[in-house]
């Protein structure tokens, strides 16, 4: 009799849990008056990063609600899109949005995707006023973008100008202030108040179109400190509502001189009128399409491309003889194509030269510093009570924040630039060659003009420190100190530390001014911010854009706003791979 064997059944793996959102997942819907072909659609996930996706894949993740099956959710896609999608290819999708953090995992859990590090990004960014508080605040504005309002605003602002620039003037403010130095400070705070006010009006006017602003910091951008306004929910609002809030924060400046003008009208007290003509500077500096001052978002929204910087790379390359554009240049649409070329081909070289400058110029920059340090441990050693030694003892912090930041930002940029050129020359002997020879080059050329050579001179006051100065020092980067030549230090009379000259040690020469290389400053710029992401493969059938925190703003002082950055993009097939922004926020 044959004998029977019994085998246990082996147990069956657990069945994945039905798809569903990760946790804070938001549905903004589609991208309205998009500068692409076919318009990407919003997610915005619970760390702030806003991703594009294509319609396919957003309906996917429209549909996990945690109950649906894969082949429940791909009948009501396959409905939606008129194709057949079922529950393999759901499957398939949902691995992509998983990547991307938008669909929780298989066991249900939304384990934490790490966010891109873009390099012209808000850093540090600590958040002062919540949500809650945002929102009381923009209803107290919100009347203020009333039309007629607004009008008023406008009109009001030019007749001020007009009369301030061409009628009054300004030299009575300035007369007073230079005779009464302790108005410095007053100015100082005007300027940082006008600057908050600049972010409440970002904050006012994504309130006022129907999105909802987040909360309002500080943070870091590039070197110097700067506002901040999380305003990217306006990625649901269409291009009139974005353009309103980019231009927000210049309204609320004009609004702001009003009420100086306003003040000095009950008053007379002139140095009021050199804050109005702060004001001015302000907007004109934030109207440049640089870095991520407003003009920069402005751009972006006029475009709807919300992620321009994400574009340097594929348009530059596309650029080159023979090379066929990326689908980053070819999914947009022909006259958004034109214009992003042509800021790319603006912003680039202007970014490289304020890059080297900055690296020429850091030995002046250093030694006013250190000078300064001295001056303040003077102040300090002799300061009488408690209140006069800290707010010294902050001054001496505060004097190493321009140098800690021109070292950060000249290492982020080094480590940026040769970790992308060591990939693009692996297996490649002959890049890799070209690539340490230029390296060593550019180290070499950093060490000649910062080795001391009598250039480790402070600023002097006098020195204006202009662009047709610092572009006539490249001229002398082949003596070793393009900073301060030695003609420009005899013309200084030995350009004098301020520390020296107090003590009796040194004297100042008193033509010692007008337009010599030193001094070069970078604009201080305000970021609106928003995070850039990762880079998925892609494939015809879907592909994800994810984009940096399209709205947040920053303000630097004395403007300076932070919203989008870099772009993700993911297919269904692939797997997503970390691409970063080549960058704020003055």
Known sequence: MASTETHAPESAPAADLPLERADGIELAGEYKDSGFKTPPWIVRRADGQVIQLP????????????????DEIGSRVSEAVQRGVDGAAVGMLAENLRALGVLAASDGTSPPIQKSDPLLALKFKTAVVPERLTRALTTIFRPL????????????????????????GISPGLR???YNPALLLALLGGVVLATAFHEIGHAT???YGGARPGVMGVGIYVVWPAFYTDVTDAYRLGKAG?????????????????????????????????????????????LLPLLRLDGYYIISDLTGVPDMFSRIKPVLQSLLPGRKPSEGVTELKPWVRWVVTAYVLTVVPVLLLSFVLMILHAPRAFATAYDSLGVQWDKLSAADGFLPGAAGGIQLALLVLPCAGIALTTARVGGRLGGAAWSWSDGEPVRRTGLVTAAAAGLALVAFTWWPNGEYRPIQPGERGTIQGALASLAEVPSGRPSLTVERE????????????????AERNPVAAGDGTSGVTEPESRPREREPSATPTPTPEAEATVTPEPTATATAEPE?????????????????????????VP
Do not use: K
């Open 560 to 584: 300076a706003t932070a919203t989008p950055e870099p772009t993700v993009t993911a297919e269904p097939t692939a797997e997503p791979t970390a691409t970063s922004e080549p960058t704020a």
């Open 490 to 505: 005899r013309e200084l009379g030995g350009a004098p530390s301020e520390r020296d000259v107090r003590r009796g040690a």
């Open 55 to 70: 319609r396919l894949l957003y309906l996917v993740a429209e549909h996990a609600d945690g109950n649906r099956s894969n």
């Open 242 to 286: 974005r353009l309103r809030t980019d231009l927000g924060g210049i309204y609320f400046n004009a609004i702001f001189a009003l009420a100086l003008a306003g003040l000095y009208a009950v008053t007379s007290f002139e140095p009021l009128l050199l804050l109005v003509l702060i004001q001015n500077f302000a907007m004109i500096q934030q």
């Open 145 to 168: 973008f009333l039309p007629p309002v607004v009008v008023a605003v406008v009109l009001g602002m030019v007749a001020l100008d007009v009369w301030l620039l061409a009628i009054h």
């Open 176 to 178: 007073a202030v230079i």
């Open 205 to 207: 006017a994504c309130r």
